[in-house]
């Protein structure tokens, strides 16, 4: 004989994964944050770009001291062909470390996704605990 879950665990078991995805989002946008606190924003162009800017994304740039540096963002950040200014941030710790800014650069994007997340969780939550009151 089959066991089929009641509605109230359904909920609890949605909740208990919402909850850890939304906690597991905001802690990366804590660090996210942290990590590039600090960093300076700057320019760089786009020297390589494989699968048209999808794949990675080569780009160089200059520091104030006058030196070159390149890196590669690994993961595609938009449509970008060689000679493209992209604007970057860079950590005056390190000037040849770099990072193209995008959206989740500054870990904004993964804090709202975490808080919306963590909150689907509590209500999903609560109605699990109403539906197990009920019962």
């Known amino acids: 004989m ?3 879950l009641a509605p ?4 609890w078991l949605i909740a208990t994964i919402l909850f850890v995805l939304g906690v597991s989002q905001l802690i990366h946008g804590y660090v996210r944050k ?3 606190s600090g960093w300076v924003p700057g320019s760089a162009v786009v020297v390589r770009a494989r699968n048209n800017g999808y794949g990675y994304v080569v780009f160089r740039w200059q520091d104030p001291q006058g030196r070159v540096h390149e890196a590669t ?3 595609g ?5 060689a000679g493209t200014v992209i604007p970057i941030l860079v950590d005056p710790t390190r000037p040849n470390r770099a990072t193209p800014v995008r959206p989740i650069s500054d870990g904004r994007l993964l804090t709202i996704l975490g808080t919306v997340l963590l ?6 939550g609560v109605v699990g605990l109403n539906l197990s ?3």
């Open 119 to 124: 909150a689907a969780g509590v209500v999903t």
């Open 34 to 36: 942290r990590m590039i």
């Open 77 to 81: 950040f938009g449509y970008f062909r």
């Open 133 to 135: 009151v009920l019962a």
């Open 73 to 75: 963002a690994q993961r």
């Open 2 to 4: 089959e066991r089929t």
């Open 8 to 11: 109230q665990e359904v909920a």
